[in-house]
């Protein structure tokens, strides 16, 4: 089940069928696509993306995704989600967010909300996030947030993709009995 969430000016919670349009919008606008997956895709791969999310996601319950509001106005899409990663064991957060939206520090309050999540609500010792080296405003986000980078991966398409790790801090021996 996919819960609804909320920070200090951001609202996730489960898609609804009206989102499609503003969710294929998203990850249509090549800013925002390009650091998804693959890349941006075509707007049938993404409409059937979208559905997706309810018979596959949504209906087996396989893990949480968003449509991220602000001030009631869809902004962008947010998961955590066990990684698909071959070389990475553990969960990562995935966001993007309108071009409109960029620039308010949304996406530090939403990345933060994703990694509070993890670790508080799914117990997870880490949360990972793998981001393009060339994305340097998701790379700040996460920086902001304490991330560290791991390794770096070559990917077949020449670029490298950086694992970014949030850890819970070991508790100190004066926390401890």
């Not at 650091?35 to 999310?53: C, N």
Request: aromatic fraction near 8%.
């Amino acid at each position: 089940m996919t819960p609804v969430l909320r920070s200090a000016r951001l609202r996730l919670s489960p898609y609804v069928a009206a989102d499609e349009g503003q969710f294929v919008a998203l990850l249509q606008d090549e800013a925002v696509g390009r650091w998804f997956g693959d890349g941006t895709q075509s707007a049938e791969q993404t409409h059937a993306l979208f559905r997706r999310i309810f018979s596959l996601v949504y209906a087996e319950n396989h893990f949480p995704i968003w449509a991220v509001r602000h001030e009631g106005r869809y902004v962008g899409h947010a998961e955590i989600k066990p990684s698909p990663e071959t070389w990475l064991d553990g969960h990562e957060i995935v966001y993007g967010l309108s071009r409109d939206s960029w620039g308010l520090g949304l996406g530090t309050e939403l990345a933060g909300l994703l990694t509070s999540y993890g670790h508080e609500t799914l117990a997870l010792a880490e949360v990972h996030a793998t981001v393009d080296a060339q994305n340097t405003a998701s790379l700040a986000v996460l920086k902001r947030l304490g991330y560290t980078q791991g390794r770096a991966v070559p990917e077949d398409n020449g670029r490298t993709t950086l694992l970014m790790t949030s850890r819970v801090p070991a508790p100190r021996p004066t926390d401890i009995g």
